[in-house]
């Protein structure tokens, strides 16, 4: 069974060229400012949503284990971007 996830997009850092939403088009779809928004985290395998992630040039895309406590909360280990960006 899979595990459940939870897939937020950073939108302070989504610049909206829609790669994710080609890999994973049953999760990702553009909002109306042109930026990814998740909008269905379980409507694809969690690999095509993992490869989104990683695909990000900005590293917009998180995606966490739904049945831990929020990225906000603590540090999560299923965080894919957590990174740093040099000015």
Known sequence: MARALRVWVDHRRCVGNSMCEALAPAVFRLNPNRQSEAFNPAGD?????MEAAESCPVSAIFVENAQTPAASDCPSE???HDRQFDA
């Open 45 to 49: 395998s969690e690999e095509k949503v």
């Open 78 to 80: 299923l965080a894919v």
